[in-house]
T-cell receptor, first 114, second 118 residues
Framework: GDSVTQMEGPVTLSEEAFLTINCTYTATGYPSLFWYVQYPGEGLQLLLKATKADDKGSNKGFEATYRKETTSFHLEKGSVQVSDSAVYFCALRSLYNQGGKLIFGQGTELSVKP | GAVVSQHPSRVICKSGTSVKIECRSLDFQATTMFWYRQFPKKSLMLMATSNEGSKATYEQGVEKDKFLINHASLTLSTLTVTSAHPEDSSFYIC??????????????FGPGTRLTVL
């Protein structure tokens, strides 16, 4: 079945450092890909998404490019802030499998120190 | 963006009692809502898909009689944890799919409900 694998956390960075959180997927057909962010004590918020190969999703300085050849959707940000500290979830949705449900990775906790 | 609310945000109950959690889509209609359970430092586990006006579809391993789901209107779904036990303590999150757009695969998530069973 469909699955998403994220890099293990926690990831600890200093403010203004470059961030990469790796995400790879296995899916039937052509899934849509998402990054969600969960701030402490809150629910998930959609950060960005891409619906087809080579699409780049971007929001709040974060970017991720849908790479079908490597089945990846890595999250990047050029300069992180303390306020970016949160748990980041990569997810996919495929209409061809499992009723179009969202399939989540295990989450990667990011901690940014001043 | 679209807003999904949950109530209550936190609940503490005694073992053996039942707890109802509400999930509302505030500014859109949602034919489909989803209920997730999140364990500490773990991913979200989909429990069930709630369909307005029909029975919920439960994921494998989720007890239907334990976790009762009702989706009585296009803006409200409820999850009732019946005869709760300490092992049911968790963070429960709902999400709703906005059906008003031509096609969307974006789900909007509620803030979650922290259930603690003593």
């Amino acid at each position: 079945g469909d699955s998403v694998t994220q890099m293990e956390g926690p990831v600890t960075l200093s403010e203004e450092a470059f961030l990469t959180i790796n995400c790879t997927y296995t899916a039937t057909g052509y899934p849509s890909l998402f990054w969600y962010v969960q701030y402490p004590g809150e629910g998930l918020q959609l950060l960005l998404k891409a619906t087809k190969a080579d699409d780049k999703g971007s929001n709040k300085g974060f970017e991720a490019t849908y790479r079908k050849e490597t089945t990846s959707f890595h999250l990047e940000k050029g300069s992180v802030q303390v306020s970016d500290s949160a748990v980041y979830f990569c997810a996919l949705r495929s209409l061809y499998n499992q009723g179009g449900k969202l399939i989540f990775g295990q989450g990667t906790e990011l901690s940014v120190k001043p | 963006g679209a807003v999904v609310s949950q109530h209550p945000s936190r609940v503490i109950c005694k073992s053996g009692t039942s707890v109802k959690i509400e999930c509302r889509s505030l500014d859109f209609q949602a034919t489909t809502m989803f209920w997730y359970r999140q364990f500490p430092k773990k991913s979200l586990m989909l429990m069930a898909t709630s369909n307005e006006g029909s029975k919920a579809t439960y994921e494998q391993g989720v007890e239907k009689d334990k976790f009762l789901i009702n989706h009585a209107s296009l803006t409200l779904s409820t999850l009732t944890v019946t005869s709760a036990h300490p092992e049911d303590s968790s963070f429960y999150i709902c999400s709703a799919r906005d059906e008003g757009l031509a096609f969307t695969d974006t789900q909007y998530f509620g803030p979650g409900t922290r259930l603690t069973v003593l």
